[in-house]
């Protein structure tokens, strides 16, 4: 890597995010996700019935909501954080698949369909999260929801289109290095860890959407919002919220 330069779309497959990060997911972003706000309320939506986490992942969310008692299917493109959710999951509670969430969901039909801490940008792809949607559309129960967590972009439009980013950890240093793509909306990083046993580079990539474009979307494929918090703890959602909670069901109950 030299200079600002990040590897070509070529190199990004739909497992890239989840196969470098999966050594550190759970120590790195612990606490990125209210686990008992998401848990709560995403039982209480549930009722009791089937939940299906997209972007599964280590298990982190999925498992506190199974050990409730729900139904808990998982999907995510990474073999290696399914592999770190099979260890951890010695109950065998979830459900798990190894797939792409734009091209594949199971089958069986979700009262609870939900997507955290802005996984859903983690489709990139032309077309990824429209394809997504409707996958989510046909998989939802007439009485169920869809629920994504997200960043709320803040003047996005006025933003640096590259910047570095460092931060310090027990036994490492880590860079931070970002490419904004205006026209795309898409963000390209490299995450570039310094410590005694050398670099290593894990590298993301978010196509970022607002709330508004959001609800577009989602209408452009049979799902309506009809609700939005700033929290997992139902807070009103304002003008000023950073971050959302939004909850969509079929247009076609």
Known sequence: MSGMDLP?????????????????????????????????????????LGVLE???????????????????????????????????????????????????LPSGLYKVIFCAYNTFFNLVGQGAQ????????????????????????????QLPTRGVESRHLSNSAVLNITIREKMSGIIRGQSVELGDDGVVLRPWRIRVRTPDELDQLASDHGLRLVERWQDWYRSPFTSSSDHHISVYASTNP
Do not use: H
């Open 8 to 48: 070509n779309s070529v190199s990004y497959l739909c497992s890239t995010y989840g196969d470098a990060f999966a050594d550190v997911y759970d120590d790195w972003y612990q606490q990125v996700t209210d686990v008992d706000g998401t848990t709560n309320l995403i039982t209480d939506l549930s009722d009791g």
């Open 54 to 104: 997209l972007g599964v992942g280590t298990g982190r969310l999925a498992l506190p909501i199974a050990r409730r008692g729900i139904p808990v299917s998982g999907v995510d493109a990474s073999p290696e954080m399914l592999k770190r959710l099979a260890v951890r999951d010695s109950e065998k509670l979830i459900d798990s698949y190894l797939a792409d969430m734009s091209e594949w």
């Open 130 to 157: 429209e394809e997504c949607l409707t996958l989510i559309r046909d998989r939802l129960r007439p009485d169920g929801f869809f629920v994504v967590e997200a960043f709320v972009p803040s003047n996005y439009s």
